[in-house]
């Protein structure tokens, strides 16, 4: 067997692994909700810095699933869309397929 020959094997191995590890860990459902198997990390305490301007909220950061791990996006500031906006914080529910996330939303 010749290097490549070798190469091509063990690569293709491989890719066979990552994706039966990715598949294992999560999978989509029809509404294009996407389930994780485990559940997410403790939350990062972010620190927050000053508000660029009066009427600016804080959002919170939160856990997002990228296909293969938790991912921390950062807490920001931003400007509500209206007046007395509330925003709705991302949050992580089990349910009996898995994790899911329902996205933080403005009410």
């Given at each position: 067997?010749?290097?490549?020959?070798?190469?091509?094997?063990?690569?293709?191995?491989?890719?066979?692994?990552?994706?039966?590890?990715?598949a294992t860990a999560a999978c989509?459902?029809?509404?294009?909700r996407v389930y994780v198997r485990?559940?997410?990390?403790?939350?990062?305490?972010?620190?927050?810095?000053?508000?660029?301007?009066?009427?600016?909220?804080?959002?919170?950061?939160?856990?997002?699933?990228?296909?293969?791990?938790?991912?921390?996006?950062?807490?920001?500031?931003?400007?509500?869309?209206?007046?007395?906006?509330?925003?709705?914080p991302a949050r992580w529910v089990?349910?009996?397929?898995?994790?899911?996330?329902?996205?933080?939303?403005?009410?």
């Amino acid at each position: 067997m010749t290097v490549n020959q070798c190469w091509r094997m063990w690569s293709g191995t491989l890719l066979l692994a990552g994706t039966l590890i990715v598949a294992t860990a999560a999978c989509t459902e029809a509404l294009g909700r996407v389930y994780v198997r485990i559940g997410p990390p403790v939350p990062v305490v972010d620190a927050r810095v000053v508000a660029p301007a009066p009427g600016y909220v804080w959002i919170p950061g939160s856990y997002t699933w990228d296909g293969s791990a938790y991912v921390w996006v950062p807490g920001r500031w931003e400007l509500p869309p209206r007046p007395r906006a509330v925003w709705v914080p991302a949050r992580w529910v089990h349910g009996r397929r898995g994790w899911y996330v329902v996205e933080g939303h403005w009410r």
